[in-house]
Antibody, heavy 121, light 110 residues
Framework: EVQLVQSGAEVKKPGESVMISCKGS????????IAWVRQMPGKGLEWMGI????????RYSPSFQGHVTISADKSISTAYLQWNSLKASDTAMYFC??????????????WGQGTLVTVSS | QSALTQPASVSGSPGQSITISCTGT?????????VSWYQQYPGKAPRLLIY???KRSSGVSNRFSGSKSANSASLTISGLQDEDEADYYC??????????FGGGTKLTVL
């Protein structure tokens, strides 16, 4: 079974750093892109960026470029989303999702269960 | 890149059909056949329903169908059931900004 399992909820203070993870299993991790999607409380989905674990090629939405870092460790089939200086407005649920393997497979399936990041002083 | 435009809410009675619209631009929905739709229950992860405008994901009921015309896409749910009550999101590939989601539509089954 193809699965993405995300790390647990985080509670942080403004200015702190955090890294959340997304571990893939049941498929060849290095052959599929992994995307990150934000969902602020009571709001819709926002595409943040995507990484190809095979060579770590990464692309960011202009809205998130420079504020987060996406990375991957293919040796342990895990993708990461990292902040160096959190803001209260980063409070949200974050989902990872696998993109189709081939160039023209531009959908996301499956999704991780989500990681809630709460930033509060 | 602005979010795709969806109605905030739609409703229908069991057995009826409803359609959720998703309006983009010539830079996203209008330029690619890469529209997908996702269903999300409260507190749960999104689930892929439709990809490439009209193809159903594995295990998805044939009551769900998708289409596209110019800069707008649509998701139609026929034979509404109580279990269809959820939030629905469209998503389009958008090249330079890669992907863009719609604002989401809350479906209420009356």
């Amino acid at each position: 079974e193809v699965q993405l399992v995300q790390s647990g909820a985080e509670v942080k203070k403004p200015g702190e750093s955090v890294m959340i993870s997304c571990k893939g299993s049941g498929y060849t991790f290095t052959s599929y892109w992994i995307a990150w999607v934000r969902q602020m409380p009571g709001k819709g989905l926002e595409w943040m960026g995507i990484i190809f674990p095979g060579d770590s090629e990464t692309r960011y939405s202009p809205s998130f470029q420079g504020h987060v870092t996406i990375s991957a460790d293919k040796s342990i089939s895990t993708a990461y989303l990292q902040w160096n200086s959190l803001k209260a407005s980063d409070t949200a649920m974050y989902f990872c999702a696998r993109r189709g393997r081939l160039h023209d497979m531009k959908w996301f399936d499956p999704w991780g269960q989500g990681t809630l990041v709460t930033v509060s002083s | 890149q602005s979010a795709l435009t969806q109605p905030a809410s739609v409703s229908g009675s069991p057995g009826q059909s409803i359609t959720i619209s998703c309006t983009g631009t010539i830079s996203d929905v209008g330029d690619y056949e890469f529209v997908s739709w996702y269903q999300q229950y409260p507190g749960k992860a999104p689930r892929l329903l439709i990809y490439d405008v009209s193809k159903r994901s594995s295990g998805v009921s044939n009551r769900f169908s998708g289409s596209k015309s110019a800069n707008s896409a649509s998701l139609t749910i026929s034979g509404l059931q109580d279990e269809d009550e959820a939030d629905y999101y469209c998503c389009s590939y958008a090249d330079s900004t890669n992907w863009v989601f719609g604002g989401g539509t809350k479906l209420t089954v009356l």
